[in-house]
């Protein structure tokens, strides 16, 4: 069965930083493309990042760039996005997901809370 | 960036009924790499439709997909109970890979 399972979600204040896991099991998953979607309380969905079977290559929405940085370990079969300079329009549930032109696979998302 | 706007916002239909939702692209996408996904309250989305027109893995079907260039649609045929939910149509033509801002499908 294929999971994915995020984590190091909570409340951190403006300014802080967060480092997110995704623990994957059940599927090959350097063969994946790996991305993050993250949906804001009440709110639409929202492409993240995303990175290669390699993690030679890597992509990020605009709002995010400089900030945050996606990357993966083959090895441990996980994937992270770590966080800095966190506003509070960065405040969201996220999402990993797997797939190249699109995500068959999702977690259940952890939540991320910016807020002093 | 390619902007994906979906119509109608909310479409409010009974069981039985045909739905069609409709997803407009601001520049052609690419492969017609557009893919479908229905999200319900506290879950993950789920992938319905991939490549515009293919079904997902387990996805019933009276659940297509149709269009090319800028203008795609997700019909559902005849709507279950567990139909009711938001609908969101994403591109992977080009990055960032956006999502439309979903359509809520209720009950009538």
């Known amino acids: 069965e294929v999971q994915l399972v995020e984590s190091g979600g909570g409340l951190v204040q403006p300014g802080g930083s967060l480092r997110l896991s995704c623990a994957a099991s059940g599927f090959s998953f350097s063969d994946h493309w790996m991305t993050w979607v993250r949906q804001a309380p009440g709110k639409g969905l929202e492409w993240v990042a995303n990175?290669?079977?390699?993690?030679?290559?890597?992509y990020y929405v605009d709002s995010v760039k400089g900030r945050f940085t996606i990357s993966r370990d083959n090895s441990k079969n996980s994937l992270f996005l770590q966080m800095d300079s966190l506003r509070a329009e960065d405040t969201a549930t996220y999402y990993c997901?797997?797939?190249?032109?699109?995500?068959?696979?999702w977690g259940q998302g952890t939540l991320v809370t910016v807020s002093s | 960036e390619i902007v994906l706007t979906q119509s109608p916002g909310t479409l409010s239909l009974s069981p039985g009924e045909r739905a069609t939702l409709s997803c407009r692209a601001s520049q052609i996408i690419s492969s017609n790499y557009l893919a479908w996904y229905q999200q319900k309250p506290g879950q993950a989305p789920r992938l319905l439709i991939y490549d515009t027109s293919s079904r997902a893995t387990g996805i019933p079907d009276r659940f297509s997909g149709s269009g090319s260039g800028t203008d795609f649609t997700l019909t559902i045929t005849r709507l279950e109970p567990e139909d009711f939910a938001v609908y969101y149509c994403q591109q992977s033509g080009s990055t960032p890979r956006t999502f439309g801002q979903g359509t809520k499908v209720e009950i009538k």
């Open positions: 990175i290669r079977r390699d993690g030679g290559e890597k």
């Open positions: 997901a797997s797939g190249t032109y699109s995500h068959g696979y």
